[in-house]
């Protein structure tokens, strides 16, 4: 029991540290979207603010799983 508790939260922390991946980078995404011309920048930020379950959705059904 104490195998599978420590092997579910090693699963809930690597998704959790890859859902913080991605958060940094749409973040860091949407503050380059300043740099682009103002006619872009609506398309910016629709990309760079993408939520993580869509993004993970989408992973998912292009990789086949």
Known sequence: ???ILLF???I???ACSEKAVYDNIQ???RLQCDKV???EY???MS???KPYE???RERQEAAGS
């Open 47 to 49: 990309r760079a603010s």
């Open 12 to 14: 809930l922390l690597c």
């Open 8 to 10: 579910t939260a090693a």
């Open 42 to 44: 609506d398309d910016c």
């Open 27 to 29: 973040l860091n995404n």
């Open 37 to 39: 011309p103002l006619s």
């Open 1 to 3: 029991v104490k195998g």
């Open 54 to 56: 869509d993004y993970e």
